[in-house]
């Protein structure tokens, strides 16, 4: 049966829905605007520390992240950076801290994107994804590539420039392959990496190299970590991915060979899987699901038609 005779599910993939945010990249450098943006009684600011923040549970069963009024924020004015307008003209600001601040009611609790990414509305989700890549670039490129000088954070958090030799840093954003890979017989390819638990399976995924198509990554990748050899390669979608700076391009490719030979390295096992073998082994709890929050499990629902089944599901 050909993947095309199952429809994708309808499911969103994590941190890709709008989130009405619009970034107004054109006002990052203009030091009055983000100055009245900052002092405006309805613009609102969390913290994000080590690429987590504070979420809360309403009464009415939504989680939001925890943000305050700019005059309530934590005192800061370096690692202050914007994030956007909403719809309805509230400015976005996160501060980057050491630690996350304290809350009275005790309700709220810190959350990584691979939690909060599954529950926060769109919105809330944008913002973070957001302030996780900008925190993450901001902690690891302190120091000029050209001459090794400090450098200074300017256009509200997206650049950081060199006083010594002028140079101008932009935040990275690495691109990774990720993808879904069927044979003749229309099964899966999924493969466990070295580090992963038991039982742990997912699509194959890897990172683009210098002077290379992102097709021809998807074969190389495959070829790499398994030996098998790709044909035709469709692309998916995208999700953001910041663990710590990476955009994950998602594909499905399709086998011209199936003898699998493991590289070791990246991947300690791989496996093609019919439809009915992964029903039964995830039934069973011989294999345990990619994380919810992974463009992989979506790839993985595309083929196999509906949502995945979880251990103890009747299907």
């Given at each position: 049966?050909?993947?095309?005779?199952?429809?994708?599910?309808?499911r969103p993939i994590g941190?890709?829905?709008?989130?009405?945010?619009?970034?107004?990249?054109?006002?990052?450098?203009?030091?009055?605007?983000?100055?009245?943006?900052?002092?405006?009684?309805?613009?609102?600011?969390?913290?994000?520390?080590?690429?987590?923040?504070?979420?809360?549970?309403?009464?009415?069963?939504?989680?939001?992240?925890?943000?305050?009024?700019?005059?309530?924020?934590?005192?800061?004015?370096?690692?202050?950076?914007?994030?956007?307008?909403?719809?309805?003209?509230?400015?976005?600001?996160?501060?980057?801290?050491?630690?996350?601040?304290?809350?009275?009611?005790?309700?709220?609790?810190?959350?990584?994107?691979?939690?909060?990414?599954?529950?926060?509305?769109?919105?809330?989700?944008?913002?973070?994804?957001?302030?996780?890549?900008?925190?993450?670039?901001?902690?690891?490129?302190?120091?000029?590539?050209?001459?090794?000088?400090?450098?200074?954070?300017?256009?509200?958090?997206?650049?950081?420039?060199?006083?010594?030799?002028?140079?101008?840093?932009?935040?990275?954003?690495?691109?990774?392959?990720?993808?879904?890979?069927?044979?003749?017989?229309?099964?899966?390819?999924?493969?466990?990496?070295?580090?992963?638990?038991?039982?742990?399976?997912?699509?194959?995924?890897?990172?683009?190299?210098?002077?290379?198509?992102?097709?021809?990554?998807?074969?190389?990748?495959?070829?790499?970590?398994?030996?098998?050899?790709?044909?035709?390669?469709?692309?998916?979608?995208?999700?953001?991915?910041?663990?710590?700076?990476?955009?994950?391009?998602?594909?499905?490719?399709?086998?011209?060979?199936?003898a699998i030979e493991v590289?070791?390295?990246?991947?300690?096992?791989?496996?093609?899987?019919?439809?009915?073998?992964?029903?039964?082994?995830?039934?069973?709890?011989?294999?345990?699901?990619?994380?919810?929050?992974?463009?992989?499990?979506?790839?993985?629902?595309?083929?196999?038609?509906?949502?995945?089944?979880?251990?103890?599901?009747?299907?």
């Amino acid at each position: 049966m050909s993947t095309e005779s199952y429809a994708a599910p309808d499911r969103p993939i994590g941190l890709t829905a709008p989130s009405g945010i619009d970034r107004e990249a054109h006002n990052r450098l203009d030091e009055a605007w983000l100055a009245a943006a900052w002092s405006h009684p309805t613009t609102r600011v969390f913290v994000v520390s080590g690429g987590q923040v504070l979420i809360d549970d309403t009464p009415d069963g939504r989680t939001e992240l925890v943000m305050t009024p700019s005059f309530d924020a934590p005192l800061t004015e370096t690692h202050r950076y914007f994030l956007g307008t909403d719809e309805d003209g509230v400015r976005y600001f996160a501060l980057q801290k050491d630690t996350l601040p304290g809350r009275m009611d005790q309700s709220a609790r810190p959350a990584g994107l691979r939690e909060a990414g599954l529950l926060l509305p769109p919105r809330d989700a944008g913002l973070l994804v957001h302030a996780v890549a900008l925190e993450n670039w901001q902690r690891l490129h302190r120091f000029c590539s050209r001459c090794g000088e400090r450098t200074v954070i300017a256009a509200a958090g997206h650049i950081r420039r060199c006083p010594a030799c002028g140079a101008e840093h932009y935040p990275r954003t690495d691109p990774a392959v990720i993808m879904l890979v069927t044979d003749e017989e229309d099964r899966a390819l999924l493969g466990r990496q070295v580090h992963w638990p038991e039982g742990r399976f997912s699509t194959l995924a890897g990172f683009v190299e210098p002077g290379e198509s992102i097709e021809q990554s998807v074969r190389r990748e495959v070829l790499e970590e398994v030996g098998v050899s790709i044909g035709e390669v469709s692309y998916v979608a995208s999700q953001p991915w910041p663990f710590p700076s990476s955009l994950m391009l998602g594909f499905t490719a399709r086998a011209t060979s199936s003898a699998i030979e493991v590289d070791g390295e990246e991947i300690h096992e791989a496996r093609w899987f019919s439809r009915d073998d992964l029903r039964a082994a995830f039934e069973s709890g011989e294999v345990l699901p990619p994380y919810g929050i992974s463009i992989a499990a979506r790839l993985i629902e595309l083929w196999y038609g509906k949502p995945l089944p979880k251990p103890g599901d009747v299907v």
